[in-house]
């Protein structure tokens, strides 16, 4: 069973290669602290239909090179426009 994620593009620079940063909360295990963490994958976007601030699901694939190890399932949703012009 592969693992699936859900995260956001946080850069979409290289082409067909997406930076996704999984937001996650823990408990620090000796004071008891809520503290927020991250984690970074490299994935692989064949189509490049993904774009920075994009939420993507992503799933688990064999090392394509020495980072991505994910692959791009597909877009969950993109974020809202902004009209300039208003």
Do not use: F, N
């Not at 850069?11 to 067909?16: A, F, R, V």
């Not at 937001?23 to 490049?48: A, L, Q």
């Amino acid at each position: 069973m592969k693992k699936t994620l859900i995260g956001v593009v946080a850069k979409s620079g290289q082409s067909k290669t997406l930076r996704v940063e999984i937001d996650r909360r823990m408990k620090h295990p000796k004071y008891g602290k809520i503290i927020r963490g991250r984690t970074v994958c490299h994935v692989h976007d064949e189509s490049g239909v993904a774009r920075k601030g994009d939420t993507v699901e992503i799933v688990e694939a064999p090392p394509m090179s020495r980072l991505k190890r994910w692959a791009l399932v597909r877009v969950v949703s993109s974020p809202a426009a902004v009209d300039v012009a208003e």
